[in-house]
């Protein structure tokens, strides 16, 4: 069928589905995660805090069974599982995981995520905080710095905005 059991697979959702097919995938004993970040709103009149999706329609869902490829796909607002070329993408626990650090980190703010790969920047280390030992490339430094972590199977960037004390030169190892 193209998958492989124990795998994260990305479904793709109707626009602002995310949460509900998050939540239905969970009623249905299906792990899923669906990334979300605060972000401010301003109105004329107030400002407020909500969630929003970090990648806008996307899903991550840990298939265990086949029934559960399926079951995944008939959930309400579920539409198809993204795909490149032939293979169905697919997202490594350890990306899995970096995400949840990412967007778990109050330190870390203004996360966005971009599928534009930048043609510049240097390389760093995270030396500190729960980020340490995540390399990613820096976009921008003023005072701050705006970092890139690259989620290669999906060739996704995700960039967040980090103390400048949270860096250093990665080790470079000679083989």
Request: net charge positive; hydrophobic share 40%; glycine share 6%.
């Amino acid at each position: 069928m193209g998958f492989k059991l124990g795998e994260w697979y990305v479904l793709y959702v109707r626009s602002r589905h995310e949460r509900k097919v998050e939540e239905l995938l969970h009623e249905n004993n299906i792990e899923a995660f669906a990334p979300m970040i605060k972000t401010v709103k301003q109105w004329s009149d107030r400002k407020k805090t909500v969630l929003k999706p970090l990648i806008p329609s996307y899903v991550f869902v840990k298939i265990n069974s086949t029934k559960d490829f399926s079951k995944a796909l008939s959930v309400n607002g579920a539409c198809m599982y993204i795909r490149f070329g032939a293979e169905y993408a697919k997202v490594t626990e350890n990306e899995i995981d970096k995400i949840k650090i990412l967007i778990g980190t109050k330190d870390v703010i203004d996360v966005k995520a971009d599928f534009q790969i930048p043609a510049i920047g240097d390389i760093k280390e995270i030396s500190y905080g729960p980020l340490s030992g995540l390399r990613c490339k820096i976009l921008e430094n003023r005072n701050i710095n705006k970092i890139l972590v690259s989620i290669n199977s999906l060739r996704l960037n995700i960039v967040a905005t980090i103390p400048s004390s949270f860096l250093q030169q990665p080790v470079q190892l000679g083989y």
